[in-house]
């Protein structure tokens, strides 16, 4: 029998560093379904990409996505949710783009990864994507 999260437990799962799927549609195609790295605040989700991507250039049509977060072992626990974009803006380096490198990578691969990639202005053209939860489907099984 599944057990529904409550929204602290669904909160407290997604602040783990976890792989989402990210769910866009597009009426040329189906749906864009990518894997990402995301951040929670503990009211929003913050996403990362390139500003000419699909991803975001379909983010800006839809206005909306869906995403999904599991864990594949026992105990068996997702969180799905559907979102609408409330801001699509250039990513603050420090405020954005680190702590959400940090969050994925130890301290070394942190700082390895973030010299790869040459600094803010190096990612001047990326966007920070903020999607906010309007529902939600979260269990454990």
């Not at 894997?35 to 990409?49: E, K, Q, R, T, V």
């Not at 068996?76 to 801001?87: D, I, P």
């Not at 301290?107 to 600094?119: S, T």
């Not at 803010?120 to 966007?127: K, L, M």
Request: include cysteine; proline fraction near 6%.
């Amino acid at each position: 029998m599944a057990h529904v999260l409550t929204a602290a437990e669904r909160s407290a799962f997604l602040a783990e560093p976890r792989v989402a799927v990210l769910s866009i549609e597009d009426a040329a195609r189906a749906p864009l379904i990518v894997p990402i790295w995301f951040a929670w605040d503990g009211a929003a989700i913050g996403l990362w990409m390139e500003a000419n991507s699909r991803k975001a250039r379909l983010l800006t049509t839809a206005g909306r996505c869906s995403l999904c977060v599991q864990e594949p072992t026992r105990p068996y626990r997702y969180v799905s949710l559907e979102g609408c974009v409330t801001q699509i803006a250039p990513i603050d380096w420090t405020l954005e783009l680190m702590p959400l490198v940090r969050r994925y990578l130890d301290d070394a691969d942190a700082e390895r990864y973030l010299a790869a990639l040459g600094g803010p202005a190096e990612v001047a053209g990326d966007v920070y994507v903020r999607i906010a939860p309007v529902r939600w489907r979260a269990e454990q099984l």
